[in-house]
């Protein structure tokens, strides 16, 4: 077995993986689900269906809308009851599907005629992923299809899926780990043929050493194949982080993981890719944690993407009803966002839902900044958080891009390393956010011009 790896920078936030001993369990059908068209990064899918139209589970609802985008697919047969704007749990308000779940319908089985995905050529396998909607199931929801397809010239030689799980609470990759082992080892064979790679790297942090013992197994006598133990520390699952950790590689600022020859995948991606090739089955479901004082069943479930996350709650056991809910948070304490609306759905990229009591949502008290450096030591990009927070406090956005705030990962090690209780991550990500956004103007200005 090859020796922990790291990178420089991070934190030792408590790991709180308190429902790692669960097994994975499979709730009940929803009633009704609500199906964004937008669940991933790029375009959003196009839907030609109207309401009263009945769909039957595994349904294309809506096609991919451009190279960057992926289909949407009916996670229950049903009829379309509603068709227009609805709450997204990221925020904002976007077109979606409603289905109304037929209880007396049958579903396809997938798993009837299973074929050897191995055997396809590489096109085949590319274009069932494509059609399946898989996405990164790590929380980045970026188009798998198109992950796979570098630009020409661009040689891909190393593949490395995401284990690590660094944030705290999750667990649901650990659990994917541990249950559906052989899908994940088979999933990152077929990437590593679509993208003809020779090295492939199953990075697990060393804290769950059951994951690597087990997937060490099934990966022995697998040439180009490793188990790579990476050592505890957040945010070690980051992209750029994981690959100089494993590699030594470093990706350049402005740069991305295939400009070194590298692609990075998640584990319940690879599990899907699995799923995906070998029997056609779509993404219809997803793994989500459920953790916090406020919930009655800490654990992890298999739930029908498009669940209402009330519904998905309750469906567990409910919440705890002498602990009062202070806050929820879509995903890890780190980078997750905290719910405005328990009536939004979940969504391919939702990994954990946390249900937190005032004890476990307590703020640090903000006393301003002590020009410590802890940030700085803690930044994993090698950037000076106190000299951006100083400039976006002062509104010089254009000085914190030339100081690299664009580099920012958004991890929050600045803001939970801050003994003063600055919300750094939040100010940097309010000003990249002005910043993109003025230069999307300064260009189409530019092109009215022409």
Known sequence: ???????FGGIHPPTMKR??????????????????????IGAPAKSGLQIDDKVTYGQVLAEAGGFVSAPVHATVSGRIIAFGNFKHP???????????????????????????????PPAEILKRIKDAGIVGLGGAAFPTHVKLSPPPGVVID??????AECEPCLTSDYRTLLEQSEKVVDGLKLVMKVLNAKRGFIAIEDNKQEA?????????????????????KYPQGGEKQLIKAVTGREVPNGKLPSDVGVVVMNVTTSAAVSDAVNYCMPLTEKTVTLAGECVKNPGNYRVRIGTIISDFIQMTG??????????????????????????????????????????????KPRTGCLRCGKCVEACPMGLEPLVLDA????????????????????????AYSCPGGNPLVQNFIVA????????????VAKDNKK
């Not at 077109?95 to 074929?115: F, L, T």
């Not at 690597?212 to 505890?232: C, M, R, S, Y």
């Not at 304490?333 to 954990?352: C, Q, R």
């Not at 990249?432 to 260009?443: E, P």
């Open 212 to 232: 690597i013992n087990k997937i060490d197994e099934i990966v022995e006598g697998l040439f180009g194949i490793d188990v790579q133990p990476v050592i505890t």
């Open 19 to 40: 429902t790692s001993d669960k097994p994975v369990e499979r709730l009940p059908l929803p009633d009704k689900v609500v199906l964004h068209l937008s669940q991933h």
């Open 1 to 7: 077995m090859l020796a922990p790896k790291t990178f």
């Open 432 to 443: 990249k956010n002005k910043i993109l956004a003025d230069k999307k103007k300064q260009a």
């Open 391 to 414: 400039l976006v406090n002062a509104k010089r956005y254009e000085e914190a891009e030339k100081e690299g705030i664009l580099n920012c990962v958004n991890c929050g090690c600045c």
């Open 318 to 363: 409910g919440l705890k009803e002498d602990v009062p809910l202070k806050k929820v948070i879509l995903g890890g304490p780190m980078m997750g966002f905290a719910l405005y609306d328990l009536n939004t759905p979940i969504i391919k990229g939702t990994s954990g839902i946390l249900c937190w009591s005032e004890r476990e949502a307590q703020m």
């Open 158 to 163: 190393t593949v490395i899926l995401n284990g």
């Open 90 to 120: 990221l925020g904002q308000s976007s077109p979606a599907i409603v289905i109304e779940r037929d209880k007396e319908a049958r579903e396809p089985v997938y798993s009837e005629k299973p074929v050897k995905g191995i055997s396809l």
